[in-house]
Structures are given as C-alpha cells and as structure tokens.
C-alpha cells in the first residue's frame, strides 16, 4: 500500500507550482506602472494555441483603490511590444508562446474574475493561488481602473503555466 501512496504524493506534488517552477514550467509577467485618477490601464494576454494556466498573481498598489478585472476576448487595440515573461528557474529559457502587451479600447467580451485592493489613501494588495486555466488561441484582457482622484502606481506579478504536462496517473496495486 505504500507504494500507491508514494505514487499519488508524487503525482499530486508534481503539478504544484513549485515544482512546475522547478522543471522550467512556470513564467511571471511582471510589470510596474501607474494609473491616472479615475483611468485605466489594461495589458492583454493572447494564449498562442498552447493551453496556459495562472497558477498564481500578485497585484498591489500605493495608494487609491484599484479594481482590476479579467475579460475573455474582448474588443480592443493591442500596441506596443510585447512584455518580457521571465522562467522563474533560471536554467531555462524565458521563451513564451503566450504574448503580454499593452491595450486600450477595451469593450465587450465575457467577465472571468476580478479583485478589488487598496482604499482610500492606504496602500494595499491582492494575490491568490487560484488556477485559472485559459483556453488555448484566446485574448485575455487584464484592467486596471482607479476608483480614487490621484495617480497610483500599481505592481503586477501574473505567474502562468503554459501547456503543463499532464498529471501522472495514479496506480492502484491489485488487495486481494
């Protein structure tokens, strides 16, 4: 019977996000920017055919509440180059499929989730470890809307999977 725990541990461990990061699989979008009272800033995620989990996020802010949110392919203007995902095992290349660039117009689409962080004249910040796994060949519109009357600086950190290897079955020895 020790067997088939030693199996299920391994193949329940061998998906978490630190042992993903681990193999090379994992990749972080980080980006620092600020966003105009009462204005938004929004980056786009296009999954380039390959499935892409989020495994995990970190957003915070210096100072008036931001509500960001997710979009699945909306209509919008995607410009300028592209943002750098870093692997967070170093041995590994940084290579993506997915691309990350700045957007604008941003209408329409189909809500996925949201967060809400800071308040008033405080700093604050939100994070999980929600999987949240994306369709392959689809536009995924992060936006980030200040609610306050002055400049925040927000920091982003979207840590993704993309194409993750299949969990390893779970092997059940024969009690009879």
Do not use: C
Not at 87 to 112: H, I
Not at 123 to 142: N, P
């Amino acid at each position: 019977m020790s067997n088939y725990w030693n199996r299920r541990n391994y193949s329940e461990a061998s998906t978490s996000a630190g042992d993903l990061a681990r193999r090379g699989l994992v990749y972080v979008y980080s980006e620092q920017f600020a966003v105009a009272s009462t204005g938004s800033v929004a980056f786009n995620l296009e999954t380039n055919g390959l499935p892409v989990e989020i495994r995990f996020y970190e957003f915070s802010n210096d100072g008036e509440p931001i509500y960001a949110e997710m979009i699945e392919n909306a209509t919008k203007t995607v410009y300028g180059s592209a943002i750098q995902a870093r692997n967070l095992n170093r041995a590994y290349t940084d290579t993506t499929a997915s691309v990350m660039k700045a957007a604008s117009g941003v209408s329409g689409g189909t809500f996925v989730i949201s967060e809400f962080f800071g308040s008033q004249k405080a700093a604050g910040s939100a994070g999980s470890e929600k999987i949240i796994s994306l369709s392959s060949s689809t536009d995924y519109t992060m936006i980030f809307t200040n609610l306050g009357n002055q400049e925040s600086d927000v920091h982003m950190n979207l840590g993704i999977v993309e194409n993750e290897p299949a969990a390893f079955s779970l092997v059940r020895e024969n009690i009879t």
